[in-house]
T-cell receptor, first 114, second 111 residues
Framework: GAVVSQHPSRVICKSGTSVKIECRSL??????MFWYRQFPKQSLMLMAT?????????EQGVEKDKFLINHASLTLSTLTVTSAHPEDSSFYIC??????????FGPGTRLTVT | RKEVEQDPGPFNVPEGATVAFNCTYS??????FFWYRQDCRKEPKLLMS???SGNEDGRFTAQLNRASQYISLLIRDSKLSDSATYLC????????????FGDGTTLTVKP
């Protein structure tokens, strides 16, 4: 199957700092990637759709100024959590679609804000 | 009502058992269907796509019933390594490629 990588896998930061998470499709081009967040024992929550060369589409209730998404190339999308706070601590996962099949997920980034 | 609903379980079964999960979806304008598995603190991994004709991959069989709007996953001869959360995923037509996830069904296979 297709391979999607994420970096970093784990990050601990202080409240008020910004954190950038990278999502890469390693063996295919992805014009569309998705960013999810998952809290413990809860289901995946779609945050936004990242479109190469255009603005991201955010889901209702997700602050676009807080979660900045940049999809600068066909293989890279970045999510920046600006001015992170403890309530932003979560598991952030990206995914990409290859062809008409299902989504392939990155390994996730566990963010802890102290 | 959620667009994709699953029985959360947990399902606790002994090794070797056969277990079935069902998933219902409410939007008839649905296009494609998948089962994923997610291990604790890991990302979801695509298990199999689901087709109207039904499809099988080793011990796993997936079925789709469009008329009744449900999807099933059957696991035969359960292994300890099958313990995970199984997610039902539906892509709806004209939804910009977005997927709708069920909340997942947790399976624990015990020796």
């Amino acid at each position: 199957g297709a391979v999607v990588s994420q970096h970093p896998s784990r990050v601990i930061c202080k409240s008020g700092t910004s954190v950038k998470i990278e999502c890469r499709s390693l063996d295919f081009q992805a014009t569309t990637m998705f960013w999810y967040r998952q809290f413990p024992k809860q289901s995946l929550m779609l945050m936004a759709t990242s479109n190469e060369g255009s603005k991201a589409t955010y889901e209702q209730g997700v602050e676009k100024d807080k979660f900045l998404i940049n999809h600068a190339s066909l293989t890279l999308s970045t999510l920046t959590v600006t001015s992170a706070h403890p309530e932003d601590s979560s598991f952030y996962i990206c995914s990409a679609i290859q062809g008409g099949g299902g989504q392939y997920f990155g390994p996730g980034t566990r963010l802890t804000v102290t | 009502r959620k667009e994709v609903e699953q029985d959360p379980g947990p399902f606790n079964v002994p090794e070797g058992a056969t277990v079935a999960f069902n998933c219902t979806y409410s939007n008839s304008a649905s296009q494609s269907f998948f089962w994923y598995r997610q291990d604790c603190r890991k990302e979801p991994k695509l298990l199999m796509s689901v087709y109207s004709s039904g499809n099988e991959d080793g011990r796993f069989t997936a079925q789709l019933n469009r008329a009744s709007q449900y999807i099933s996953l059957l696991i035969r001869d359960s292994k300890l390594s099958d313990s995970a959360t199984y997610l039902c995923v539906v892509n709806f037509r004209d939804n910009a490629g977005k997927s709708t996830f069920g909340d997942g069904t947790t399976l624990t296979v015990k020796p």
